[in-house]
């Protein structure tokens, strides 16, 4: 019999038999309580643990959320990062990590939409959880963005990362954080200035984070929105999904008229933040992956508008 006559009469081992076969072994005996009011609580157990704890909770937790969007595509379905955490005191041993994915599908069942309201409330609902004093949310995803050639008109999609942080204190109140990162077109002004022709550019990464405002408005401001106009209108140009050879031209003339250094994004932005009304304070990164170089270039600047000063 050969190997395809001998596999055609293959007769396999149930599936309890093969599982055994690849190491598999008996339950052994059963000495612990199966009933959870029965079971040891060490989370809850009272003692001098040395220190408070800052934060403990989880990470990296993958969930499809929905967002809204004052750009097109206005309701969008994406999958949103989480972590969720509390300060824990000095006399507790640790926190009960069940009741936070417990919190995120019951408002899943409730039609989570991620808007700042609903993340606050969402928040202070689960320091009362948690019976902590204090709670924390962040939630990462992509937006997306519809995004036209500027001759052609002929559409198609972009996306920027971006972050939402909440804070809970039962003391203190809320603060709120939002974070986005756009990537623009950057043409560097010493090339420019220093070749008889042509000049090297490359894909500029624009960080932002920015503490809001407590008046903060979401029904009024699309916070997202906002951000990447801040980072795109200052950029040597925008970056398209879809361009036609009018609408490259265009975009590659406008570049060359508008050369930026990684410093002149930072300060340039920084100055359309420090006038959106609804900032409060905020950082600024520009990275730039250098055509030229196998390494980036990269400038942050931070500013505090209460304080009216840089780091
Ligand atoms: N505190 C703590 N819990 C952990 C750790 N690693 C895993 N766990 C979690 O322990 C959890 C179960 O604990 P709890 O949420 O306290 O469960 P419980 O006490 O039955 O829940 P409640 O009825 O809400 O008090 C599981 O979700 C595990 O993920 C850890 O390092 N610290």
């Known amino acids: 019999?050969?190997?395809?006559?001998?596999?055609?009469?293959?007769?396999?081992?149930?599936?309890?038999?093969?599982?055994?076969?690849?190491?598999?072994?008996?339950?052994?005996?059963?000495?612990?309580?199966?009933?959870?009011?029965?079971?040891?609580?060490?989370?809850?157990?009272?003692?001098?643990?040395?220190?408070?704890?800052?934060?403990?909770?989880?990470?990296?937790?993958?969930?499809?959320?929905?967002?809204?969007?004052?750009?097109?595509?206005?309701?969008?379905?994406?999958?949103?990062?989480?972590?969720?955490?509390?300060?824990?005191?000095?006399?507790?041993?640790?926190?009960?990590?069940?009741?936070?994915?417990?919190?995120?599908?019951?408002?899943?069942?409730?039609?989570?939409?991620?808007?700042?309201?609903?993340?606050?409330?969402?928040?202070?609902?689960?320091?009362?959880?948690?019976?902590?004093?204090?709670?924390?949310?962040?939630?990462?995803?992509?937006?997306?963005?519809?995004?036209?050639?500027?001759?052609?008109?002929?559409?198609?999609?972009?996306?920027?990362?971006?972050?939402?942080?909440?804070l809970y204190d039962h003391t203190t109140g809320y603060d709120v954080t939002v974070e986005l990162t756009g990537k623009i077109t950057t043409l560097c002004p010493c090339s420019k200035e220093i070749s008889e022709y042509s000049a090297h550019n490359q894909r500029g990464n624009v960080s932002m984070s920015v503490k809001l405002t407590e008046d903060f408005d979401e029904q009024q401001i699309d916070w997202k929105a906002a951000l990447l106009e801040a980072a795109e209108s200052n950029a040597s140009a925008r970056i398209h999904p879809v361009l036609k050879r009018p609408d490259e031209k265009m975009v590659t003339e406008q570049a060359y008229e508008n050369p930026r250094f990684v410093e002149d994004i930072v300060r340039l932005v920084a100055a359309d933040l420090y006038e959106y009304s609804f900032v409060e304070a905020f950082e600024v990164s520009c990275r730039n992956e250098e055509s030229i170089h196998l390494h980036d270039a990269v400038a942050t600047l931070s500013y505090d508008k209460k304080q009216e000063k840089t780091r």
């Open 1 to 166: 019999m050969n190997q395809t006559e001998l596999n055609k009469n293959k007769q396999l081992p149930s599936k309890k038999e093969r599982h055994k076969l690849f190491g598999s072994v008996d339950p052994g005996p059963r000495t612990k309580p199966e009933q959870k009011e029965k079971m040891v609580d060490l989370q809850n157990s009272k003692k001098d643990f040395l220190f408070n704890i800052d934060m403990v909770g989880i990470s990296n937790v993958k969930h499809p959320i929905q967002i809204p969007s004052q750009l097109v595509p206005q309701i969008q379905t994406t999958i949103g990062t989480f972590t969720f955490g509390s300060s824990i005191a000095q006399g507790s041993k640790g926190t009960n990590m069940s009741r936070f994915t417990e919190q995120l599908d019951k408002y899943h069942h409730e039609g989570f939409a991620i808007d700042i309201e609903t993340l606050k409330k969402f928040t202070k609902e689960l320091a009362g959880r948690l019976k902590q004093e204090d709670a924390e949310v962040e939630v990462s995803f992509p937006w997306f963005f519809e995004r036209k050639g500027p001759y052609s008109d002929l559409a198609g999609m972009n996306h920027a990362d971006a972050t939402i942080k909440v």
